[in-house]
């Protein structure tokens, strides 16, 4: 685990990701070629927990031919991937989310590497459900015993997606998000937690994203997103890439992946937010008990 000290106490993920939605364009140009690429970040990351996110990583995408996304997930490190690298240089998207992990306790396996999924569902989180040990039973136990079947590996985030699902993530993803924050703080404080609970989350149907940022602290990880396109192509109006891109192209990332005035903006704390193809909006979070 490259010298760390870990508290099994504290079995959880500081990880990155990225969730892209808009115009297909070849993963690559969103995991690889920026200056500040999740590639980079698997090495160098600036505002996470770690630098160093090398205990596997996962890319998920939408084609033309199945509702379902696929997944690749590996337990090795992104930046010496050689399968990623060929994948991400070959396969196009609309809507494609990509995860580097750096696993603080829970094992570095495959089924511990996001994004998650669930039918046509993806779930990515970056944070922790603090002395989650502690915690795990009475969470897994609110899980639908239908749903609890499909978990497959040991992460809270995992734990996380299927509580969402169980409160309705399918129908109604920011009230079942807050039900799913509401139970893990409840327990927590059941369990005598102070601080229970730290996520940036996306999840997405293949269709909408939605991104939540929210900690029981009020000190919740980083996460950005784009600027309007049109925007952008004012400010920047001899970048290629934003002339081919729909007005529509949204990023949201746990790190900008570059440094170019008036590309990133911070979402606030205990907020959520959705892309859409007809945009996107965004709302303040709070936790509902279930």
């Not at 970056?126 to 136990?141: C, H, K, Q, S, T």
């Not at 009230?175 to 799913?180: E, K, N």
């Not at 893990?184 to 991104?211: C, F, I, K, N």
Request: with cysteine; aromatic share 10%; charged share 20%.
């Amino acid at each position: 685990m490259r010298g760390r000290t870990i508290d099994h106490d504290k079995a959880v993920d500081m990880c990155r990701w990225l969730a892209y939605s808009g115009s297909p364009i070849l993963l690559e140009n969103m995991i690889y070629k920026p200056a500040h690429s999740l590639i980079d970040q698997s090495l160098h990351a600036k505002m996470g927990v770690e630098t160093t996110n090398g205990d596997g990583f996962g890319v998920g995408w939408y084609g033309s031919a199945k509702d379902t996304p696929a997944i690749v997930r590996e337990i090795g490190p992104a930046w010496s991937n050689r399968n990623l690298r060929e994948i991400a240089g070959h396969v196009r998207s609309h809507l494609f989310f990509a995860h580097i992990r750096a696993s603080t306790g829970s094992a570095v396996q495959q089924t511990n590497c996001h994004p998650f999924r669930y039918g046509r569902w993806m779930w990515m989180h970056n944070g922790a459900i603090a002395e989650y040990p502690r915690l795990r039973r009475d969470l897994v136990m609110a899980v639908d015993p239908e749903l609890f079947l499909h978990i497959e590996g040991s992460t809270d985030s995992e734990v996380m997606f299927y509580l969402a699902l169980t409160f309705g993530l399918e129908q109604d993803p920011p009230t079942a998000v807050a039900r799913m924050a509401g139970l893990v703080e409840e327990v927590g404080r059941a369990h005598g937690v102070e601080y229970p609970l730290q996520m940036t989350v996306a999840t997405t149907d293949g269709e909408s994203v939605w991104a939540f940022r929210y900690s029981t602290q009020k000190a919740s990880r980083s996460l950005f997103y784009s600027t309007r396109v049109e925007t952008l192509r004012s400010l920047h109006p001899d970048l290629a890439f934003l002339r081919e891109a729909s007005d529509s192209t949204r990023l949201i990332v746990s790190e900008p992946l570059g440094d170019l005035p008036g590309v990133w903006n911070e979402v606030p704390e205990s907020t959520y937010g959705v892309v859409h193809p007809g945009g996107g909006e965004r709302w303040s979070f709070a936790p509902q008990t279930p």
